[in-house]
């Protein structure tokens, strides 16, 4: 939001640090670390001082802004897996917390107030402000401050082994929080072939400046190491990851992977191909997060009977037809224009002598030129939108996993956070009759149901039969 926020003034206690951040380096305590993650983002495009002038807007984390005058204030209060956000009016005054570490109330709180910031400082054209918002994440549903529920502590929680498609905004936002909730007791493998830019930067939260131009997956790996979580990212995509052998991967998932099986899998990949990707592997559970927007959005996905599958509503992109438009586009540029154009990629060297030195279809530039003219649109995008999504696909990864015998316990399907009107809801997902995933193609219709009579074999066999 370096375009929105100019400057934030700091008034905080005097304390160390307590949560992990993507910073390599930082001093430990929380406003120096506060103003070394600034710089580490964004460099100066956002100055960090003292609370020292009027500002254009407080935001009150426990109340203690007697000093600000007619300010607007915006509050935010969170415990465990519970978030709330409002006005002066209706804050809920002194509160006592629980000593849950359980981060995700936090970041939600914190998602919902910078949407708010957003908000006020472009103009709201339509929608709402949030004036009284209080949501439980365990429960899924909105609640009052007087009546918040804890849910479990994540105190020694574990999950089972899992793959996390896309190591974008989503993908590690999702590995901040597993590392904000000190979830040790895992092993994740990431999956992605993108390298950070200018453009993708601003909403990726393990990464800073200096990770321009680098693979995505190098964030997570240097985050992970620093706040010891068990995993391994491979930097190539999908089909990649399948065709090769991996000799650092976990035994375990090495033995399932040759049987062609990955259990579970959370797909944080951004287009209809990638997703019909995701659901030809046919884990037995997906968990998918995404954005659209200023709307966030986390699904499961599993081998119900008359339940949509990832593919449901995602067909693959039409590449003829974008490159026929993108090649007219580009091939009435002058040199200089052209050169500006294909700035961010990574390729502009080939894919230019592609476009000016006329060179053959079948040649690496034109290769290239395809791969650019193929991604994915540049939609509005935020950071605080990614984030939320991020708490939801983590909310439902724990809840659904952190303890097996719940695995069958129903979950609403999707969970979506609005920020235009600062709503949070429970929607049900309809079958694409036109899917070729789970109805059109009678041989992956088959693995669905092998899929399906083997997890029912599982869960009722005894140990020495499985």
Known sequence: MVDTVDRIELDIPDVQLTVPIPVPQHPGDLHGSLIALSEWAVGDAVS????????????????????????????????????????????????????????????????????????????????KWITDLGYCLWENKPLPYSARLQGPTLDNASLPPFYIIGAGAVGQGLHYLLGAALIRDSYVVTIDDDRHDETNLNRCFLAGRSDIDHPKVEAITRFRKAYDLDGLEFDGSLADYITSNIPDLRSDLKRLEADDRMDYVVSCVDKGTSRQDVQGLWPRLIFGGSTLGLTAMAS???????????????????????????????????????????????????????????????????????????????????????????????????????????????????????????????????????????????????????????????????????
């Open 48 to 127: 960090i001082t003292e609370a020292e002038t009027a500002p254009d807007l407080v935001i009150s984390l426990g109340g203690g802004d007697e000093a600000y005058g007619e300010a607007e204030h915006i509050y935010a209060v969170s415990d465990g897996w519970y978030a709330w956000v409002g006005t002066k009016g209706n804050y809920p005054g002194a509160f006592a917390l629980s000593v849950d570490r359980n981060p995700l109330g936090a970041f939600l709180a914190a998602s919902l107030v910078a949407g708010e910031v957003f908000k006020r400082s472009r103009g709201l054209i339509r929608g």
């Open 300 to 466: 499961i996905y599993d081998l119900g009977e008359g339940t949509p599958c990832l593919g449901c509503h995602n067909p693959p992109e039409k590449d003829g037809d974008t490159l026929r438009k993108v090649e007219q586009l580009v091939r009435a540029m002058q040199p200089d224009e052209l050169r500006r154009y294909l700035a961010h990629s990574k390729d502009a060297t080939e894919i230019e002598n592609y476009i000016l030195a006329g060179e053959k279809c079948g040649s690496l530039g034109a290769a290239q030129f395809r791969a650019f003219a193929t991604e994915v649109s540049k939609e509005f995008s935020v950071s605080f939108v990614s984030m939320a999504a991020a708490v939801l696909l983590a909310s439902r990864l724990l809840s659904r996993l952190i303890d097996r015998s719940q695995e069958s316990l129903p979950l609403p399907p999707m969970t979506s956070v609005a920020f235009l009107n600062g709503t949070l809801e429970n929607q049900k997902l309809s079958i694409d009759p036109q899917c070729s995933k789970c109805h059109g193609d009678p041989i992956s219709a088959f693995r669905k149901n092998v899929a399906a009579l083997r997890d029912v074999v599982e869960s009722t066999a005894p140990n020495n039969l499985r």
